[in-house]
């Protein structure tokens, strides 16, 4: 007789369960859904189209190796497809990247307000997390390769980062790479690159081409609107990329997000136009909210990070929230990643952002309930 109960892995039953961005707005009270970090320009249309051609199809098994995709963002981004393997979301590559090559006891280094996954990766396969602190809501690299031992295997470096905005240079990448041992790999996670406009910036690409131990994730989620299919990407050296195929599930990524994947890719001018309006939209919100009295972290990405007053407990993030929820105003609340007196609001259309504003300046009056 066998006795004793099932049991997960150590470090699992350590893990938070994830919370998603709120989606829903009282009854009667139109939503303006700010708290996920999604597109309000929506997919390509030309990626709507490429779906309907698979609803005939569904039968068969998609194509494994997601051919058709991995062209078209070797295409645009003038990459080799043998450096590329796909996923469903970036989320997966990460988990892959964790189940691939961390073993029980190794160190996964990411910093104090990385996205959560990567706490999730290191618990998952009985790994240590080891959270870094950052300097001025950006991460430090002096900190981080302090942090490095001999255990360390992986370091998750989310650029620009969740749910801050900040970013960091390329020659600080660089710096940061220059400083880990060969047997460490550095994960830059760079769902929001599309978006950045800044000179001194670089997602990490040509980093990835030249090193061995250094893997660039994308994501079709935020401005290519495909969140719903679940699909991103990665860019390594043929070494990395050979070794996660063998891990990699036969069929990880569906047809319907194949097909969508290579549309919007190609659609530069809609990127394009998702980039104008972030840019204009972006700006104008952290002046806002500003001029209201409100400290905003400075953000490249779809997103500000807006912060309340420590001393007016009346004025607090839960109570804005609660006020600007009612109005069918959904932003995140992000105590989670260590800001609980914050919120994040992803870049809406013009009437979202502006029914933000207004209501916060109400809030913060006094004049409204």
């Not at 709120?22 to 009270?29: F, H, L, M, N």
Request: some cysteine.
């Amino acid at each position: 007789m066998h006795s004793g109960q099932l049991q997960p892995k150590p470090g699992v039953m350590d893990i938070d369960i994830y919370v998603p961005g709120k989606s829903a707005a009282p009854a009667g009270v139109k939503l303006h859904k700010l708290s996920s970090n999604e597109t309000p320009l929506g997919a390509s249309p030309a990626a709507q189209q490429a779906i309907a051609g698979i609803a005939s199809k569904m039968e068969l098994y998609p194509d494994g190796s997601a051919s058709e995709l991995k062209q078209a963002i070797a295409d645009m981004h003038g990459l080799n497809t043998e450096n590329l393997v796909c996923g469903n979301g970036s989320d997966e590559l990460l988990s892959l990247i964790g189940s691939t090559y961390l073993q029980p006891g190794n160190e996964v280094i990411f910093t104090e307000h990385g996205f959560l996954m990567y706490r999730i990766v290191a618990l998952s396969n009985s790994a240590v997390p080891v959270s870094v602190k950052e300097s001025r809501e950006r991460a430090d690299v002096d900190a981080i390769l302090a942090a490095v031992t001999d255990k360390t295997r992986l370091v998750f470096l989310a650029n620009p980062n969740n749910p801050t905005g900040t970013y960091l240079p390329i020659d600080e990448v660089r710096r940061l790479h220059a400083g880990l041992p060969g047997n460490v790999l550095l994960v830059l996670d760079a769902a929001y690159a599309e978006y950045v406009r800044r000179n001194d910036y670089e997602s990490g690409m040509e980093l990835a081409a030249s090193a061995d131990n250094v893997i660039v994730t994308r994501t079709f989620s935020k401005i290519h609107g495909l969140a719903a299919l679940r699909v991103g990407w990665a860019f390594a050296s043929r070494q990395i990329i050979e070794t996660l195929e063998r891990v990699r599930g036969p069929f990880n990524v569906n047809a319907m997000a194949i097909a969508a994947g290579a549309a919007a890719m190609r659609d530069r001018a809609h990127v394009d136009r998702s980039i104008a309006h972030n840019d204009k939209w972006l700006a104008w919100l952290t002046g806002e909210l500003e001029q209201l009295g409100l400290r905003v972290t400075p953000s490249v990405g779809n997103f500000i990070l807006v912060h309340f007053p420590d001393d007016e407990p009346g004025k607090s993030a839960s109570k804005a929230d609660a006020f600007l929820t009612r109005r069918g105003l959904v932003l995140r609340a992000v105590g989670g990643y260590g800001f609980p007196n914050a919120l994040r609001m992803t870049v809406g259309l013009e009437d979202s952002n502006r029914a933000v504003v207004g209501a916060l300046k109400e809030f913060l009056s006094g004049s409204g309930n």
